[in-house]
């Protein structure tokens, strides 16, 4: 099963690839956060940024309750955030911000972040400190600390 935003992309025709989760908007898609957080909260269909992005957060995190109108399911997310029930212009104009943001959605998707992780070549103790190695660290060219190709 997939998240409301997914499902609800899929419906309007933005297919997406890979899964587009929140931390995946939160960090490699913070551009799209804040244009989200910015045109909404000034359009008062928010009453703060941080209601805005909980919203957010919520329709990239929960899955999609009803498969045949998922977009039933945002209506009813901003309607627990809010307070209201989602007007048509809101409909309408949520719907438009995702079409117009298709390509980001859409790399998002397809091209996760990179890993992050530490290589640590050797370590030399100088005096009396203890070197604690942490285990198996991998670059991103899928080799192990000692430079001999890692296990996958």
Known sequence: MGTILIEALGFIGVSVAGGVTWDL??????RLLADFKSRFVKSKYFKDENQAE?????????????????LEDIWVVYDNYTGIEASDLFKT????WFEQNQEI???????PAPPHGL???NQINK???????????YNDRGTA????????
Do not use: C, M, W, Y
């Not at 909980?54 to 998922?70: A, H, W």
């Not at 600390?145 to 996958?152: F, V």
């Open 93 to 96: 104009e949520l719907i438009n």
């Open 145 to 152: 600390n000692n430079g001999e190709e890692a296990d996958k």
């Open 25 to 30: 908007i939160k960090g490699a898609g913070s």
């Open 54 to 70: 909980e919203f957010l957060k919520e329709i990239s995190s929960r899955e999609s309750f009803n498969k045949r109108q998922p």
């Open 119 to 121: 290589f640590i070549r």
């Open 127 to 137: 005096g009396h400190a203890q070197v604690t190695n942490i285990g198996n660290q």
């Open 105 to 111: 959605i859409k790399h998002l998707g397809e091209n």
